[in-house]
């Protein structure tokens, strides 16, 4: 008995195994539709949640592995998120796999009423990714945008993700919030979330979608926006450093000038004084090239580089104070100042805390920028022209 | 012959052999001729050759050999032309001696012009004498025969292993001829502190065996402990070296081979002097290296002969081959049956489009194409060489193109399987590629079934088991487990000659340093 012991050990090992097998979740390859991209609303008489999800549409066979050419958007309505989901796996005929939503979008109308709805499905789904990309849809409903194609990119949840992280490292406009950071912002005191903003445009006779703004979060609704040159100014408010993008400095009347920022970094200092004046010391420090003249003349010479640079601090003071000072009249932290009050003054922020709107819209901003022109690319003159 | 008239020769199996060939000589040469006629029955290859020399009075006596196995010259040049002839010169010599074998001993000392001439007792030695290519002299009246070296036969002669491909570094190989590889050892180890314990082994083929270490570098408890194992086997042929492993491993049942053959003598030199032991088996061209741990697998012969910085990367090129050959298809079957969140999206949606109206489970998918590598693998090794090429032509038509034109296995699962072969392929030691070529069945399965669960757990039981085998008190997973940050460095990477200071640790190795003071 002993000497077979083993053997018999192995055999029960391996009959488990094959028995067991049914209790695990074994998902053919060809038996899944993978999720794209998905988005909330409440549906017209604002009672039940409607759920939308992109499927990608495999267009292949085992001679010519061909990607997705293909998708399609399917959306069902439940009181709850989870009752839309069951709702909708009721005309699938593949088992939906959701862990490769890259693109969540949040419709206007739900994220104006009330965001704890999907928090707490969202938080507590293992499928829900946490580097999801969440937008807010304006102007049309999630299922429209998932269903409006993006050029060059066959699926638009993962053209609107590309969109983010392509401007984010050119033009550096928006900032991309993954459901983690939106989540954490959402629980966390001294900070409130905020998510880009995605449309549905006209462009001639198509429809494209396009990033428009900064949608801005308090508390658990959204209670404005900010658009594109404020949320510019809240990008290179980041803390972590901006990197890349343009800004356009009026040099005179007649001439532009495009500067190209490489890096800018934020430092913060929150001041209470005396008389207990809330002050916030905001200073840049950054470097940029000397992108583009449009206009006449012989702007580039030595003098003039300090006055290139002085502009471009005033242009990126006065742009930042713009979008602080809307920030204010909404009353919504998303610059994260109330974290560095709790960090610098623990006593006082126990008692700003409760009413922490309240005193965000008193801060007093003072912005110090410190801007250096480097490099000017191939030409070091500007264009003279003959007469 | 030298190695028949070891010491060490006296093992239980040629004691064991026929009762008619342990008799001793009779002093009468017609009696001596009839029972070497009875011995050498039906063995048409035998020659006895009866003749008469000296004069006044002449003597007879015969010599006897196996056709083939020697070299005639010899026997005609250096034995029956000093015995027929020469004697003739030496006019009346062997009146002089009063008792023939005075007789003997005069042609022993002074007359054979060969190096090698002892002389033997029993028709048992003569046997194994003339079996090895020896030729037997018998004297009448005398009770002892003279035993000369007359070996020659005909060999494959020194050739550049097939099995053990180097850029750099000697290109020999071992043959089937015992007293060549044995020469091929010596020429590279000159010292006298190099031994080679000769051994018979087998009953009925009286195999001679060696095993060969360098005193002082090779612990000798682990000598005395190999010798005590080979005395131990009784069996009535030896006919490879791979017949010794399974009697000389602590856990021969295991599919973990902690030996190492290999066909080049510096190959082995380099082992000896690691104070490994080798045993050289006549017939065989592989010679036996061991103890091996698993890590030393490794390692490439031409890894000491390359810069060791090419040489290191190298070898991590071929750990990761040997990952990828053991984990790669499991791996893969894991990931798109239950894991389908750890991959890219675009990765996700080319499998997903390219297993599109494939009728089996990924699982089965990865098996029978697994089934079909191996197939088309051994056939591959056992056709004639001159039909070889129509293995691979057929195997890449089928497997590679029809059955995915057929729809019956999706595109990325053939190019999986193709990249594990030929990651099984990198490994320079076949005895690990076997070893990897079995588990990967086992990973398979278990991924099948519990994904990577299944994976980790196989893992585990397989790490448990190697740690648990060990050979000659050398740990299997050594230096990794007891792990030894020193000697790692030369298993993960090569380690440059100049850093080279020490020998890999062995139980009871006494002479560890390499270079430098003693």
């Known amino acids: ?387 | 012959m030298r190695y028949l008239s070891s010491k060490k020769a006296k093992s239980r199996a040629e004691e064991s052999t026929g009762s008619l060939s342990q008799e001793a000589f009779s002093g009468d040469l017609e009696q001596n001729f009839h029972q070497l006629e009875l011995l050498l029955h039906g063995c048409s290859d035998a020659v006895i050759k009866n003749f008469k020399f000296g004069s006044d009075p002449q003597i007879r006596g015969l010599i006897v050999y196996f056709d083939g196995l020697v070299d005639k010259t010899i026997v005609e040049l250096s034995i029956l032309k000093p015995l027929l002839i020469d004697l003739e010169s030496l006019d009346g010599q062997l009146q002089d001696f009063n008792n023939n074998l005075l007789v003997i001993d005069f042609i022993k000392n002074s007359l054979l012009t060969l190096a090698e001439v002892n002389t033997l007792t029993s028709f048992d030695e003569v046997c194994a004498h003339i079996s090895s290519g020896d030729t037997v002299i018998m004297i009448d009246g005398c009770n002892i025969a003279l035993v000369a070296g007359t070996r020659a036969w005909e060999g494959r002669g020194i050739e550049k292993p097939d099995n053990e491909n180097v850029i750099f570094g000697p290109k020999e190989g071992f043959s089937e001829t015992l007293r060549f590889n044995t020469a091929m050892l010596r020429r590279r180890l000159k010292s006298t502190d190099f031994k080679l314990e000769s051994f018979v082994i087998g009953r009925i083929t009286k195999t001679n065996v060696v095993l060969g270490y360098i005193k002082d570098i090779a612990p000798q408890q682990m000598v005395d402990e190999i010798i005590a194992r080979l005395m131990d086997i009784d069996i009535d042929g030896i006919l490879d070296s791979a017949y010794l492993e399974e009697y000389i491993t602590n856990q021969p049942k295991s599919l973990f081979s902690q030996v190492e053959y290999t066909e080049k003598p510096d190959r082995v030199c380099g082992s000896l002097l690691e104070g490994r032991l080798v045993i050289i088996v006549d017939g065989s061209p592989m010679a036996m290296v061991l103890p091996i741990s698993f890590p030393q697998y490794w390692g490439a012969a031409d890894d000491y002969y390359t810069n060791f910085i090419a040489a290191s990367l190298f070898r991590l090129l071929r750990i990761s081959a040997f990952l990828l050959a053991l984990l790669l298809p499991s791996l893969f079957v894991a990931v798109i049956t239950f894991h389908h969140e750890m991959i890219p999206t675009p990765l996700l949606l080319t499998i997903v489009a390219s297993r599109q109206g494939i009728p089996f489970p990924a699982f089965i998918e990865a098996l029978l194409m697994e089934f079909a590598f191996e197939l088309l693998r051994e056939a591959g090794l056992r056709l004639p060489r001159s039909i070889g090429p129509a293995v691979s032509i057929v195997g890449a038509l089928i497997i590679g193109d029809a059955a995915v034109r057929a729809g019956l296995v999706s595109t990325p699962m053939v190019v999986i399987i193709a990249f594990t072969g030929i990651a099984s392929f990198v490994s320079p030691h076949y005895n690990a590629a076997i070893i990897v070529r079995i588990l990967r069945f086992g990973f398979l399965i278990a991924s099948a079934f519990l994904g990577f669960l299944g994976i980790m757990l196989l893992l585990i039981l397989v790490m448990i088991r190697m740690v648990s085998i060990n050979l000659l008190d050398l740990p299997y997973m050594s230096p990794l487990a007891p792990l030894n940050l020193s000697q790692l460095s030369d298993i993960i990477i090569r380690r440059p000659w100049f850093k080279n200071m020490y020998r890999p640790y062995l139980e009871g190795m006494k002479n560890q340093k390499r270079q430098g003071a003693k």
Not at chain 1, 9 to 24: E, K, P, Q, V, Y
Not at chain 1, 138 to 163: C, D, F, R, W, Y
Not at chain 1, 348 to 367: K, L
């Open chain 1, 1 to 387: 008995m002993c000497r077979y012991l083993h053997v018999i050990c192995a055999a029960a090992l391996i009959a488990a195994l094959a028995l067991f097998s049914g209790c695990t979740d074994v998902r053919e390859a060809n038996e899944i539709a993978p999720a794209l991209g998905s988005g909330i609303e409440l549906d017209d008489h604002e009672e039940q949640l409607k759920l939308s999800i992109q499927f990608a549409v495999p267009e292949g066979s085992s001679e010519q592995a061909t990607s997705i050419k293909k998708t399609t958007v399917m959306s069902s309505t439940g009181r709850t998120i989870s009752e839309a989901s069951r709702n909708l796996s009721l005309s699938l005929p593949l088992t939906p796999i959701l862990t490769h939503v890259g693109t969540f979008i949040i419709g206007e109308r739900l994220a104006q009423t009330d965001l704890g709805i999907l928090a707490d499905f969202l938080i507590r789904n293992p499928n829900h990714r946490e580097t999801t990309y969440i937008f807010v849809s304006k102007g049309s409903p999630p299922e429209e945008i998932l269903n409006t194609a993006t050029p060059l990119e066959a699926s638009s949840a993962i053209g609107l993700a590309n969109i983010l992280e392509v401007q984010e490292n050119r033009n550096a406009i928006y900032q991309p919030v993954q459901s983690n950071q939106f989540f954490r912002n959402l629980t966390t005191s001294g900070i409130e979330p905020f998510c880009p903003i995605v449309s549905v445009i006209k462009n001639g006779d198509k429809k494209i979608l396009k990033l428009a703004g900064t949608a801005v979060f308090k508390k658990n609704r959204m209670v404005g926006e900010l658009n594109e040159t404020e949320s510019r100014a809240f990008t290179l408010m980041n803390p972590k450093g901006s990197q890349g993008g343009l800004l356009v400095v009026r040099w005179n009347k007649n001439t532009l000038l495009t500067i190209e920022v490489i890096r800018l970094k934020a430092n913060y200092k929150a001041v209470i004084d005396k008389t207990g004046k809330l002050r916030m010391r905001v200073e840049l420090k950054g470097e940029g090239n000397y992108y583009e003249q449009f206009g006449p003349g012989e702007i580039l010479t030595i003098p003039n580089i300090t006055k290139i640079e002085n502009k471009t601090e005033q242009k990126i003071t006065r742009d930042i104070l713009q979008c602080i000072q809307k920030l204010q009249l909404m009353g919504c932290d998303i610059l994260g100042w109330g974290q560095i009050y709790r960090a610098q003054y623990p006593a006082a922020w126990q008692v700003m805390r409760d009413d922490w709107p309240h005193y965000f819209a008193q801060i007093e901003p003072e912005v110090k920028v410190n801007f250096a022109i480097r490099r000017s690319y191939l030409s070091t003159q500007s264009f003279e022209y003959r007469e």
